[in-house]
């Protein structure tokens, strides 16, 4: 990619758990200043790629090379974190510190990076809550709060719009478009073919292998969904971007089933 640096790179990559293989052979480079999107059916192996790429799953075989010192964060689904945790916004962000003291008060250069980054999302009048108040949309952006506290250059994402509505939806990926047009990569996992990856620069469809990978109007093909959801689709064109309207529902799973194998 002309003008860009390589973050990382997967090469060859194939793992899974126990005896079966979640991903085989996968082939996937992200570079500075990226925004990727990758979809695929539940237990295709999304979410296992992006543990990969976070460094907290090991391939068997296969190569993953990353640039010297890179920072990334990385932001699990909401619905798999135990938010009646007895703390406020400001503590649950603060437990992300990578530098610093440990003990168990913030130094005051601490509660000034914490408010800064509660400021940039604009949830600074929300510190003291408790996380159990919070609202979907509000959860995402603690979360997206303790990831930018360590100030990643790479920020991976497992379905950041999943159980939102549309608002929210619109609302997390407008913050996620101004963090990445601000020089952040951002790699994320989606279910949502039309709300969310048509609107993305890159796309990659993956069911344990990728399947394809470019601009939307590249791989939100028919021959390329149908191969990687394994049902026939219908693909429109809409305002210059492609829509897919035939098959999504019976090929779009319950992102929940996918939270052990994707």
Sequence with gaps: MTGRHELLALTGVTCGYVDEAVLVGVDLTIHDREFVGIVGPSGAGKTTALRVLAGSMHPARGRV??????????????????WSFPVTVFECVLMARVTGRRLPWASRAERAQVADVLARLDI??????????????????????RALLGEPQLLLMDEP???????????IMHLLDDL?????????TTHDLNGIAAHLPRIVCLNRSVIGDGAPHEVLNADVLERTYGASMQVLEHGGMPVVVDGYRRAHAPHHAESHHA
């Excluded at 609202?135 to 603690?142: A, D, F």
């Excluded at 509505?165 to 609302?171: I, K, M, S």
């Design 65 to 82: 090379a990353r640039r010297p010192g890179l920072r990334m964060a990385y932001v699990p689904q909401v619905e798999t974190i135990n």
């Design 124 to 145: 600074g009048d929300l510190a003291d809550r408790h996380i159990r108040e919070l609202s979907g949309g509000q959860q995402q952006r603690v979360f997206i709060a």
């Design 161 to 171: 719009t999943s159980g939102v509505d549309v608002r929210l939806r619109h609302e």
């Design 180 to 188: 990445n047009s601000r020089g952040m990569a951002i790699v994320l």
